[in-house]
């Protein structure tokens, strides 16, 4: 057991304007409230071309601007405002289940866990992932289990919830896309207790982001370069 009196939820988005107000109106800020935890929702504009910033700041968003691009830039900039003794990450696309931050934070609370992953994998809405991107995150997931020796069934999920003294000690590198194992695989091995648990994962609202070649092979690449100490 632990003391958790505040929550951060960093939220990167590239133009993201389709689904940017639902996402933030989905943090249960008042159910969070009432268990005590003040919440403080960070969203990263990545320099949106689009109304994404000012409709997430509308919807009650603290919002950070970090004009260069890349999924790794966003979470560092966004995590130098975060203020919460846990730090939560989602997408602004709708696909992650905010609703059950009040759920994750009590098991986190009352297990000790200092992380815990989301695994998408297991219980994924239809339409959600496409064979392809399946596919994909099971070959890197697996990767990442025999180059690193992690249990960790989904190495690419998006959301996760960290203690901020642990996420303070991690030194992430990552610009783009593998920012995203390699926060875990570095949680993991710094972590006292963590646990994966599974979340329903939903269809995206708005367009795809990822580039699937780019970002799978960057992704190889880095795992590569962390797994030599580089
Ligand atoms: N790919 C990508 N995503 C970004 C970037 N900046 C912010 N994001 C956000 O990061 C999240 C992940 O992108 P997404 O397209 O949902 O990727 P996927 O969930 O892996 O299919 C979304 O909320 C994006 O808006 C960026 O430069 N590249
Ligand atoms: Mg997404």
Do not use: C
Request: glycine share 6%; proline share 3%; no cysteine.
């Amino acid at each position: 057991m632990y003391q958790v009196r505040s929550v951060s939820i960093v939220i990167p988005a590239l133009n993201e304007e389709q689904a940017i107000e639902r996402v933030v109106r989905s943090v249960p800020r008042d159910e969070l409230a009432s268990l005590g935890y003040e919440t403080q929702v960070l969203v990263v504009d990545n320099g949106s071309t689009d109304r994404t910033g000012e409709l997430a700041r509308a919807a009650g968003a603290e919002v950070v601007l970090e004009l260069n691009r890349g999924y790794g830039r966003a979470y560092k900039a966004g995590f130098a405002h975060a203020t919460g003794d846990i730090v939560v990450s989602a997408d602004a696309d709708l696909t992650y289940p905010l609703e059950t931050l009040p759920e994750l934070i009590s098991l986190m609370v009352s297990d000790g866990l200092e992380f815990i992953s989301a695994n998408r994998l297991k219980a994924m809405a239809e339409g959600a992932m496409s064979f392809r991107n399946r596919v994909g995150n099971t070959l890197l997931s697996i990767m990442v289990r025999l180059l690193f020796r992690v249990k960790l069934a989904d190495s690419q999920s998006g959301m996760w919830l960290v203690r901020k003294d642990l996420l303070d000690r991690l030194e992430l590198k990552s610009d783009g896309m593998p920012l995203s194992a390699e926060i875990k695989i570095k949680a993991i091995r710094l972590a006292k207790a963590w646990r994966e648990v599974p979340i329903e994962y939903r269809p995206r609202v708005g367009e795809v982001k990822l580039r699937v070649w780019r970002d799978g092979l960057d992704n190889v690449m880095s795992m590569l370069r962390l797994r030599l100490g580089r």
